[in-house]
C-alpha cells in the first residue's frame, strides 16, 4: 500500500496562500527515486513563481506543487537506479518546473517527491538535512553559469582541487564572483576553488570572514566607492577569466574591471545570475540592453549583449537541467559525494529553519521576499 502523502498545492495561477492538502504518491520511473522529505530550502524563485508565475513559466499547469531544494530518506526505487538504494539519506534537485518535466510530482513541497538519481547526492552522517537541504537551485545555478559551455566554461571542479592552477597566459587564473554570502555565490565560490580557480568576491563587510572561510582569496566591500580600483590590484598580472554576477550593479562593475585590467589577459565574458525580478521591476538594463529573466522556467526574452566595451554579459537560463550529461548533473554525480564526505565542499550558505510541517512554508516565502542575507531559509517536515 502507498504512503499517505500530502503537499502544499498552489491551486491556480498567483493564489495565495499556498493550500495543504492530499497529494498523489507516484511511483518512480526509470532513474528515479521517491524521497521521503525532511528538510526542504526556500529560494526566491519560489515567491516569485507564486506572484508573477505566467509570466516566467507559462508551461506550467495548474494546480501545481513548487519547490527545489530537498533533503530526506530513499523509500522507493525505480528502475535502472544504481546509485542509491532504500534508507540511504539525500539531498538534491527536485524538477518539477523544468520544462522538459513540468510534473507536480517531482516538487519539493511534500512529503513524498519523485527526484532523478542523477540530480541527488549522499548526505555524509556529520552533515544534518537541514544543512543538506540548502543546496538544490542555488548550487545547480553556480555550476550551469560557471561551467556550461554557454556562459564562463570554465574546468570542472576536482577531488582534490588542483593547486597553483594557471592560465594559456601563465599567469595565475582568477575568476570574479560577486555576492558571495548569497545561495547562489556560496555554491560559485566554493565550486570554482574546487575547479583550480583564484576567487575574487564582494559581500557586506560582516560576511568577510564568512565568503573567505569558502575559499575566496579576497573579498572586497560591494559599496566600497574604490571597489573597481581594489579589483584591479588583486588582479594585477593574473588572467582574469571571466565573472559570474550576483547583485545589484555588478555587471557595471565587473565590465569596468575588464576594461581596464590587461587585455591579454582578460577574458570580456559575464555570466549574470543574482535575485528574480518582482513583475514590476520584471525589466534589467545593462548598457542599452534590456533583459527577462527567469530560471528554469524559461525567460520571456532571452538576451545577451556586447556592450561597446567589448563585455559580453548573458543571463543565465538553466536548460536541460536534468539530462544525465549536464554541467549540474556532473557535480552531483562526480564531485559532490566524494567533496561533502571529505569537508572540501560544505552545503551553504547555513540554514534558518522557520518550522515544522508543510503550513510553514507559505510563511518561509513570506519572510524570503522580505529579504534574507547570509543564511537560507528552511522548513523541516
Known sequence: MAPLNQAAWIPAKKVLPFEVGDAPYTRPGSGQVVVKNLAVAINPFDWVLQYIGPALASHISYPFIFGTDVAGAVVEIGPDVERFRVGDRVCGSAAAIAKEVNSPAEGAFQLYTVMRQNMLTPIPPNITDEQACVLGLGLGTAAYGLFHSNYLGLDLPQNPAPTKAVGKSGSLRTVIITGGASSVGSNAVQLAVAAGYQVLSTSSPKNFDYVKGLGAAQVFDYRSKTLIKDLLGALKDHELVGAYTIGNGAVKTCTAVMKKHDPKLTRKLIAVAGAIIPAEKLTTFVGKGTYFMGMMGGMVKSAGTRMRTGVEAKFILVNGLVD??????????????????????????????????????????????????????????
Do not use: C, W
Open 324 to 381: 544525465p550529461a549536464s554541467v549540474v548533473s556532473h557535480i552531483y554525480t562526480n564531485f559532490l559525494p566524494q567533496a561533502l564526505e571529505q569537508g572540501q565542499f560544505v552545503p551553504a550558505p547555513p540554514p534558518y529553519v522557520v518550522g515544522k510541517g508543510l503550513d510553514k512554508i507559505q510563511e518561509a516565502l513570506h519572510l524570503q521576499r522580505m529579504g534574507v542575507s547570509g543564511k537560507k531559509l528552511v522548513v523541516t517536515l
